[in-house]
């Protein structure tokens, strides 16, 4: 598993060079939509709001961060139905970060 994600963390971080910067919504806004989506847990328990609040991010970086977010999350829980459940949810924690820039979450379902 962590030899995965450092694979994925560099090939995010070569995939950089072509991104485009995104700016983040504020703290507020994110813990809003967040726990409107059912993730307070997830919140409660990750410093996925501090990291990405009123921050300015290449897609692929607001990415990384949120796989590293799940990735904590999933390794604290050690829940496996819990994580694969976060898994299927992984895009709403994309929508949900990133809806204020459709185009980085275009730009993110290419590189899949």
Sequence with gaps: MKNKLFLSMVLLSVLNVFAKPVKLPS??????RFEGKGFDHFIEKTNIVEELADKTFESVGVALKIELALHDYNENLQQPMMSIMMQMR????????????????EELKKLK
């Design 90 to 105: 992984k895009p709403e924690i994309f929508e949900i970060v990133l809806k204020d820039s459709p185009e980085a979450i």
């Design 27 to 32: 703290a507020e806004i994110l813990t809003k």
